[in-house]
């Protein structure tokens, strides 16, 4: 599968190496070490998901080094696995040493902690998807977005403006409450003609409460694996179309659980805060 979908502009990149070398590298400008010509590579400590190396690579190319190997992204590593070297002058290569070595460490800890996770639900479950969240520090989307397709899951939602998910504040402000949700879809239905509906419930009868005012999807929120094996059934002999999902509370330690209730597929945010992985940094003089 093919990871170069996810895009990232040039303004990015750059405005990542503009964040922490703006100006100048003092050390390496009062060292008097720019000039030399040198050899940079990052590998992992412990086993790990290579993720984001192509764009770590362009933070490389963009301060002027030249790329010699690269690892792609979904990759999986051993320990001293190499995921990225570059050659060039000591300056270009110092100011892209700790960009590249913030981003793989971040999107190659998150990938590795979705590999591991898409392995315990499908263990589980093989029909069980698992779906990240939007749920993440402004700015992260993209490097979100691709560390998660890295280790195997596929995201849920990436905008407000891509599906159609009714929350519980949104209820909140219709009138007439689930009749006036009903009557509402019904009558934008054709707008919908090229999308599914997804609404929140929090209990059985709000999901039987949902199914009925037009949902396609119902979203079960914070419910317990107890919970979701004793409605699973009764929600499914009353609707076979309807999508079922889990969200709330899934982590890697309970995914396996979650999977075995039911549901078709399992709604994360957990894996964006994974611990990042261990990535070493070498650098060297170089003949040329």
């Known amino acids: 599968m093919s990871l170069h979908s996810v895009f990232f502009d040039q303004a990015s990149i750059d405005a990542w190496i503009a964040e922490d070398a703006p100006l100048l590298d003092l050390t390496t400008h009062l060292l008097a070490v720019g000039a030399a010509h040198a050899r940079i590579e990052w590998r992992v400590r ?11 690579a362009r ?38 040493w700790k960009v590249a070595q913030n981003l793989l460490e971040y999107a190659c800890g998150v990938a590795h902690a979705t590999q591991r996770m898409v392995q315990a639900v499908q263990a589980a ?21 691709k560390a998660t397709l890295a280790g195997g899951a596929f995201p849920h939602r990436l905008g407000v403006g891509e599906t159609v998910l009714v929350f519980g504040q949104h209820r909140a402000l219709l009138e007439a409450g689930w009749q006036g949700l009903a009557a509402r879809l019904d009558r934008v239905a054709p707008a919908l003609a090229e999308k599914h509906c997804v609404i929140e419930a929090h209990s059985l009868e709000e999901a039987l409460q949902a199914a009925s005012a037009g949902a396609d999807v119902v979203q079960f929120d914070k419910a317990t694996p107890q919970q979701l094996r004793a409605w699973c059934p009764p929600l499914r002999a009353q609707h076979p179309a309807l999508g079922i999902l889990a969200a709330g509370g899934i982590r890697p330690d309970n995914a396996a659980d979650y999977a075995a209730t039911g549901v078709d597929a399992l ?3 957990s894996l964006h805060h994974a611990p990042p992985a261990d990535v070493s940094v070498r650098v060297a003089r170089a003949g040329r």
């Open 267 to 269: 709604v994360t945010s």
């Open 59 to 96: 933070v490389v190319q963009t301060c002027g080094g030249h790329v010699e190997q690269i690892v792609a992204s979904g990759s999986a590593l051993v320990d001293g696995d190499l995921l990225l070297s570059a050659t060039g002058a000591a300056s270009g290569l110092l100011r892209a």
């Open 46 to 56: 412990g086993p790990s998901v290579a993720a984001c190396t192509e764009e770590a």
């Open 125 to 145: 479950d093989p029909r069980v998807a698992v779906l990240t969240t939007r749920k993440h520090a402004p700015g992260l989307r993209r490097i979100a977005l």
